[in-house]
């Protein structure tokens, strides 16, 4: 994951999926502009997200991160029509609020983005969260979704992100993130099986792996790519080998999804 020092945000060349962190009242209305005149000095076409400009209908309390994820397509689409180089969406997430967002409508509309975007290297999106709008609870479920981070935050305990094949989960999880990581799996999963590459996880504690288990169980099952010896034991002696045939082990870290 990068973090960017705060401020940062103003002028660096970004491209994927970044969250920004804005913890200042007045600081969106300062860096928002430049974040703009870069993407356009890049030759971008420029697209924002925001209260009155939504992506997608939530004033009747309910978000749809399909029609999200449809507007992020036709903006690249677009673009690519007219002839820019990409797009920049700059988003200020408080459009979000209508639907008053849980940590588990967060993380799977950041997931979902997060996996579009691995497959459009020509779209740059900045999740702009701010820190006045969103509980705690909420932003760790926006970091852990984002590769890139900027503004005055600490590393994330654990992160999980799209690769092109399989989801990347990396740090720790342990009881401290176990809310924020259950919901994490469920929104991975809730398309069917997929494979998470785990070569990057420093810990897992026996409830971040039941959760792993029980999303296997509802979702059709779950590779788990570049599993360490430690994890392999963890897994063993929990007795999970046999009690979760729908959740495979592999130390390949070559292994492609089928």
Known sequence: MDILPDGAIRAVRLDGHVCWLVSAPGMYAQAAPEL???????????VVFAPGREPADVAGGR???AQVLRAVTDARNRASAEGFSGVRILADMDWLLPARPTTGDIVRLELMLDRLLTAEPDVTVVCAYRSSSFDTGQIAAA???HPVVSGPVERPQFRFVAGTAEWLLSGEVDARVRDVFEDVIRAALAHGPQVIDVSELDFIDVSGVRAVVTGGRSDGGIVLKGVSPALRRLWEVSGFARSAPMVRLTDDRTLERS
């Open 63 to 65: 978000l749809d991160p």
């Open 143 to 145: 970091l852990v979704a």
């Open 36 to 46: 703009l005149a870069e993407g356009q000095r890049l030759g971008q076409m420029c």
